[in-house]
């Protein structure tokens, strides 16, 4: 390739002599640059890494590639530490995570837009422009107007704006997915738009040329050394013919021109020196390439331009195969097109032919298309030198033209880094009843948190208070809760039976979640625990019905003391599984102001969801008494007594009275309508007297009243459990 183009510029400067001289540097400069064998090209950097190197080159990019970079500037490591938990009777916990902020330099060349980018061979940024970790990114696109990044010039005293080369700059990336430390980085860039021309690469290198040379199949291409270095790599597959003729040199594609120009008879010589004689003409035919092209290794497209290598037809040759190393992004059906015509040319340019003419034919000029007289085929003109007795045109075979048809070429499987949306942050926040054990705090605060996408990386939790301000409550965690909505209405039932009849069907909000069947003896040890409304229900049957939905049967209902949300139930209600997955909030932190919203936004949220807590304060009331009834005393007096429960008993244990729980008993009876109340007692003991005058003025009062019965616990009072007056 330097032969050429330096022989075609020593024509366009000192015409024919000025062309054998600058032949001969190229030949020259071939030799010292590529030595005797065969040309190998550039190595692809299989294995490069992003580096941070003091004068290492930075090379241009054209089309389409996935490139290293190196780092110009970044910052120490930020600590960011996160407290979980620390409310009492439960320990805290606090866990650290860094980011990092840093610029990387791409290219010496300005690009148009940067694509995926691949992180430790995982995706940091898809497709679509999404960062898979937290931070923020910024391309420079390197053109001469550009301006110093912000966070650059707000850190340096004296900031470059690094025009004439494009770079990123990370802002506070987190690193906890990378061993909290900058990981190694690639990028897809986009340099060009369009098919890749042999102009683009030598536009700023080479001036007055034309080089309109269609680098077919070719996406992308990346040059890091000498032009000429990548010429020479091109060459085997990218023939071109150098034009010097005219005042401006002219890089052409291989072309067959139509019609051929026949040329004269070969003028013969009386002089035995001349070559070819009386003749005219000499011919010749190369022997069998020693290392003929082989084998083309490139960056293949659909593998994520991870290297691959095609292979020419044809027996193997004894020995190591010639490989060149394209460093080009092409598909491996280009890729094997361009193997298969380098071989098949590198052999019909074997045979050559020198013919001597008397009379130049302007036309005849390097690049050509020629037939001879006697000859079959088609040439093609090399070059021409002059000769005391003519012009001596040395032409070479020109391989006969054939559609090479459908080539198809297998690039084999990768392993490709999934690109997955972030799904959106639902959210689910309630209190859970205490079960008894003194390690469980109180009150246990659950944000259960989910996605309708396996790509969610959970979400940063918050507590508005109702003054609008965002106060965090730590991290959610990357298990997704099993949450959903109810699609049916779940009938009234008793909580005292195990409930055959009853049924719903719910919606979790991931098609990939799914529900399992129970034991009653898992029942009896907890499972199958859900939220559904303000109800706490256990489930022995979970039928799938598809897209999510299940049908719920086999029913324990108002668990933990919810029995008095039995009858409150409707369609589009909240489920959750009470399973142990959900973030245990901080109650102090939380707070007991009412109204309080638990928030949650996680990475592919535009803004933060909010949830009300369920079943608020329940961890503090007793649940209500049960077995309320009247009777009557010898004195005629009526007694109205009942059975108390207990916070935390809620295994029934025959012939084991279940500790009060409280500091002490005490109950709040009153009578009247609900919402309102006529006449209100306290008692420490579960039951209470009134003589028949106090029940007939009560019923004279309020007609239709009725009788409520609390429990009075430490910090609550229970739900009520209401019942008639007794009969006259």
């Known amino acids: 390739m330097a032969t050429l183009v ?30 005797g064998g065969a040309r190998e090209g550039p190595r692809l950097a299989e294995l490069k890494l992003t580096t941070s190197s003091y004068g290492a080159p930075i090379p241009r990019h054209f089309g389409r590639m996935r490139v290293a970079g190196q780092i110009i500037w970044a910052t120490d490591l930020v600590e960011h530490s996160a407290t979980q938990g620390g409310s009492k009777g439960s320990p805290s916990g606090t866990g650290y995570t860094y980011s990092a902020s840093f610029a990387v330099a791409l290219s010496s060349r300005p690009l148009l837009s940067i694509g995926r980018i691949w992180a430790d061979g995982k995706l940091l940024r898809g497709v679509e422009g999404d ?64 098919p890749l021309e042999l102009a683009a690469l030598i536009s700023g290198v080479v ?17 890091e050394g000498p032009l000429a270095e990548t010429l020479a790599v091109l ?39 001349d070559f070819g004689g009386k003749a005219g003409f000499s011919k010749n035919r190369g022997g069998e390439p020693e290392t003929p092209v082989a084998v083309l290794r490139y960056y293949d497209l659909d593998r994520d331009y991870q290297p691959g290598a095609q292979r020419a037809p044809g027996r193997p040759l004894p020995g190591q195969p010639r490989t060149i190393e394209l460093p080009a992004a092409l598909d491996a059906a280009a890729a094997r097109r361009l193997v298969v015509q380098a071989a098949n040319r590198a052999q019909w340019n074997r045979q050559t032919i020198q013919w001597r003419v008397t009379q130049l034919d302007p036309a005849v000029r390097p690049g050509s298309t020629v037939t001879l007289q006697g000859h079959a085929g088609h040439w093609r003109v090399r070059g021409w030198e002059w000769r005391e007795n003519g012009v001596d ?42 079960d008894g054990n003194s390690g469980m705090p109180v009150p246990l605060i659950l944000a259960l948190t989910s996605s309708a996408s396996p790509n969610w990386s959970g979400a940063s939790l918050y507590v508005d208070q109702g003054d609008g301000l965002l106060k965090p409550l730590g991290p959610s965690g990357r298990t997704r809760a099993t949450i959903g909505t109810a699609l049916t209405l779940l009938a009234t039932s008793s909580p005292l039976l195990f409930d055959r009849q009853s049924q719903v069907e719910v919606e979790l909000i991931g098609k990939d979640l799914s529900l399992v069947d129970a034991t009653m003896r898992q029942l009896v040890m907890g499972a199958n625990r859900a939220l559904i409304g303000h109800e706490i229900i256990q489930f022995a049957s979970a039928v799938p019905l598809g897209q999510g939905r299940w049908r719920l049967s086999g029913l324990w209902r108002g668990r933990g003391g919810t029995e008095n949300a039995i ?39 535009s803004a933060s969801v909010t949830a009300p807590i369920m079943l608020s304060g329940i961890a503090f009331r007793p649940p209500s008494p049960v077995h309320g009834h009247w009777s009557r005393r010898s004195d005629g007096a009526h007694l109205l007594r009942w059975t108390r429960r207990a916070r935390g008993g809620w295994l029934w244990q025959d012939g084991v009275d279940v500790p009060l729980g409280e500091q002490a008993e005490a109950y709040e009876v009153s009578f009247g309508l609900p919402g309102t109340t006529y006449a209100r007692w306290e008692t420490v003991a579960a039951e209470m007297a009134l003589i028949p005058a106090e029940l007939t003025a009560l019923s004279a009062a309020v007609p239709t009243g009725q009788f409520s019965i609390r429990q009075r616990g430490d910090r609550a009072l229970s739900e009520p459990h209401t019942l008639a007056p007794p009969p006259a």
């Open 207 to 223: 001036g007055n040329v034309s080089a309109a040379v269609p680098l077919v199949g070719i996406a992308g291409l990346s040059g």
């Open 131 to 194: 960062l898979k970790v937290g931070g923020a990114f910024r391309l420079h696109t390197g053109h001469g107007d550009q301006a110093s990044d912000p966070l650059l010039a707000a850190a340096e005293s004296l900031c470059p704006a690094y025009r004439g080369l494009a770079y990123v700059v990370f802002e506070d990336l987190q690193l906890s997915e990378y061993g909290n430390r900058i990981p190694s980085l690639s990028f897809e860039v986009f340099a060009d738009d369009g």
């Open 6 to 35: 330096l022989g075609a510029i020593g024509t366009l400067i000192g015409g024919p002599i000025g062309g054998s001289i600058g032949a001969l540097i190229g030949s020259s400069i071939d030799a010292k640059i590529f030595g």
């Open 567 to 605: 009858a409150s139930h409707q369609i589009g209600e909240a489920f959750a599984l009470l399973d142990g997955t959900g973030s245990a909030l901080n109650s102090e932190a939380v707070g007991a102001v009412p109204g309080t919203l638990i928030a949650a936004i996680g990475l592919g949220d």
């Open 235 to 273: 060459d085997p597959f990218y023939p071109v013919d150098c034009d010097a003729c005219d005042e401006q040199l002219v890089l052409s594609p291989d072309r067959r021109d139509w019609p051929a120009i026949q040329l004269p008879e070969a003028a013969t010589s009386s002089s035995h020196d």
């Open 393 to 434: 045109l040395t032409l070479a075979r020109m391989m006969p033209f054939a559609d090479a048809g459908v080539i198809v070429a297998d690039p084999g499987r990768a392993n490709q880094a999934p690109d997955l949306s972030f799904g959106t942050t639902s959210l689910l926040a309630c209190e859970l009843p205490w």
